[in-house]
């Protein structure tokens, strides 16, 4: 089931309106683009799918996922990933520990969840590199164990905010083919960020400027 943004707007304290109502609807599976200048509002529009609306920020509209309305609902119960320009891998812990510290609660017992880090590193390219600190890794390296710490909470959506924006050209096509390859193969909604055409384009789905907020379905 889809990501259903309604007639969303968002507004600091006596201020108007970021932007103007937004409606989209994302299928699982697929990737919208959003783009516009700086200061528009795009990354507070991911703040505000997730949960983590700054407190001097209101937003009207609403937000549901898979069925579930989102609004009120705690930023930790609305099974909503985030990937940011600058892998959010905790410094104090191990390679292995942060994606540990992604994994659902469901997956119990220390074998058990071994075995997931240890498969989500294989798939992720990084065998071996669980005892690694994450200063270690290089930006692709990084860049995918942060996708596999977001993927082992196994959310029901995603929100990418320029993921890919700090690596160079060559190492950027890699590593965006790589998270695009894992949301489709998952089949989970998600809403990306970005200033650079070439993401908009390999995501592949409907690309929404944020100044003219049309109503999209993807």
Known sequence: MP????????????????FGPL????????????????GVGKTTLLQAIAG?????????????????????????????GIMFQEAGLFPHLSVGENLAFGLRAGVRGRSARARA????LATAGLTGMADRDPA????????????????LAEP?????????SGLDQ?????????????????????LLVTHDPADAEAAGGPVI???AVPTARA
Do not use: C, W, Y
């Open 3 to 18: 990501l259903v943004i309604d007639s969303l707007t968002i507004r600091a304290a006596g201020e108007s309106a970021l």
């Open 23 to 38: 409606t989209l609807e994302i299928q699982p599976g697929h990737v919208t683009t959003v783009m516009g200048p700086s």
């Open 52 to 80: 983590h609306l700054p407190g001097d920020f209101t937003l009207s509209g609403g937000l549901a996922l898979n069925g579930r309305r989102l609004n009120g609902v705690p930023a930790e119960k609305r099974r909503i």
């Open 117 to 120: 880090v240890d498969q989500a």
């Open 136 to 151: 270690t890794l290089s930006g692709g390296q990084r860049a995918r164990a942060a996708l596999m710490q977001s993927l």
């Open 156 to 164: 029901e959506a995603i929100l990418l905010d320029e993921p890919f």
């Open 170 to 190: 060559t190492l950027r096509d890699d590593i965006r083919a790589f998270v695009l390859e894992h949301i489709r193969a998952r089949s989970i909604p998600a």
């Open 209 to 211: 400027p944020l100044d």
